[in-house]
């Protein structure tokens, strides 16, 4: 069994910060469970270009509120608390912050820890694993 605290995670390496938003790792590659979960919070005004070529994600909204759109189809939709959008199509998208949102992601593949969004808004495979898996 894997057990994990948000207030301890953020005071380690799992947590890593980024141009209008930070995400703490709590489930990662090497926890072996096939997928990765974080907490993420997106900066108040962030507006981020995304486009994850090389994963799936699935994001719900915990609090604060923005908008998801879809560059395929062009529709905005709103997010408040309660909302999920999932990424099941490697969805180039823009993801806007009206106030600061705090988001939980899962990720397929799962992240090795240290990801960052690279030049087209994605994240690479091969990336760096975090240092502290406690």
């Known amino acids: 069994m894997i057990v994990r605290k948000l207030?301890?995670?953020?005071?380690?390496?799992r947590r890593v910060v980024s141009e209008g938003w930070e995400s703490t790792r709590l489930l990662l590659k090497n926890d072996n469970m096939g997928?990765?979960?974080?907490?993420?919070?997106?900066y108040e005004g962030a507006n981020?270009?995304?486009h994850y070529q090389n994963h799936l994600e699935s994001v719900y909204c915990i609090s604060g509120e923005g908008s998801v759109m879809a560059e395929a189809d062009g529709v905005v939709h709103e997010i408040t608390p309660g909302t999920i959008y999932i990424l099941d199509k490697n969805d180039k998208h823009v993801l806007k912050a009206k106030s600061e949102m705090k988001m939980a992601c899962?990720?397929?593949p799962p992240l090795n820890g240290k990801e960052v969004?690279?030049?087209e808004g994605a994240y690479e495979l091969q990336a760096e694993e975090v240092m502290d898996v406690k």
Request: proline letters at 0%.
């Open 7 to 13: 207030q301890e995670a953020e005071q380690t390496d």
């Open 35 to 42: 997928f990765s979960f974080h907490i993420t919070t997106i």
């Open 48 to 50: 981020l270009n995304l």
């Open 106 to 108: 899962v990720f397929n």
């Open 117 to 119: 969004h690279n030049a």
